[in-house]
């Protein structure tokens, strides 16, 4: 088996990155998300 290149590395790690990123993303909306359901099962709890 042969070594990667440098080029196909840089390639890989750029990828890599960008899923990364993309991740962080969906958790953040998620933990957006979250909040926003709580809020609203608080003020229905406070409307009953």
């Known amino acids: 088996m ?26 953040n909306q998620c933990k957006t998300r979250a909040i926003q359901i709580q809020a609203i099962l608080e003020d229905r709890k406070l409307e009953d």
């Open 2 to 27: 042969t070594k990667p290149t440098i080029e196909e590395l840089q390639t890989e790690l750029q990828e890599v990155v960008k899923k990364h990123n993309e991740a962080q993303e969906t958790v």
